[in-house]
């Protein structure tokens, strides 16, 4: 049986790019699901579930902050691990993420080989990639201090967006295997629209949708 994969974006200038760079090719299902960890769960979920064959993949894919000196501007992350990095409770003692209040986890992998795989094809393409940690916020990261902690709670992240980690947990519920793609628009930091880089960073997902198509056989 053919593989299908399930591509989800927040927006449709995500959407057309990963599309560009699929070039047509009928395996992949693109959808933008709405901006949030909560409208990409809900719209993985009901994606999967109206699905006319199965998928044995699913994919949250879009453009994201870096966190400098990990993840430059134009760069790509592919996901070791999405992290809902706000899931959890302030402590006199600072934040303590919801594993460690015993109520599940904020923590959730990818497909290990294909992300390395990808990793790999990228950056022998040219493009400068990082296999990292990337987190999903319902709020994106405004200040330096801020930037700072999300650094100190989820050590080693590249980058930080607003689905990954919705979609991930649609997938894993029904067993299906996940990857998380981010193209760098900007750094996380300070809110500074004027220093984004969007055509950078939608050139870089388009390519990342090239290179898939070369690692799904």
Not at 67 to 75: H, M
Not at 97 to 116: I, Q, S, Y
Not at 157 to 174: I, L, N, S, T
């Amino acid at each position: 049986m053919d593989k299908k994969v399930l591509v989800m974006t927040a927006v449709d200038a995500e959407k057309e790019a990963i599309q560009r760079g699929l070039r047509g090719d009928s395996r992949f299902d693109v959808v933008a699901a709405g901006v949030g960890p909560v409208a990409a769960a809900v719209s993985t979920a009901m994606a999967l579930s109206s699905a006319s064959s199965p998928y044995s993949l699913v994919i949250s894919a879009g453009i994201a902050g870096g966190f400098v000196g990990a993840a430059p501007v134009g760069s790509l992350v592919v996901a070791s691990e999405s992290i809902a990095a706000d899931l959890g409770a302030e402590t006199p003692d600072g934040f303590a993420a919801v594993d460690k209040l015993g109520f599940g986890t904020n923590r959730l992998p990818v497909n290990r080989e294909l992300a390395l795989g990808l990793t790999d094809r990228l950056t022998a393409a040219g493009w400068v990639t990082c296999y990292a940690p990337v987190l999903t916020l319902s709020t994106v990261t405004g200040t330096a201090e801020t930037a700072a902690e999300l650094a100190k709670r989820a050590p080693g992240a590249a980058a930080e967006a607003m689905e990954g980690y919705g979609v991930a947990e649609a997938a894993h519920r029904v067993g299906i295997p996940f990857l998380e793609i981010r193209a760098i628009s900007n750094a996380v930091g300070p809110r500074d629209r004027s220093a984004w880089k969007l055509g950078d960073a939608f050139a870089a997902l388009e390519a990342a949708g090239t290179h898939l198509t070369e690692v799904i056989l």
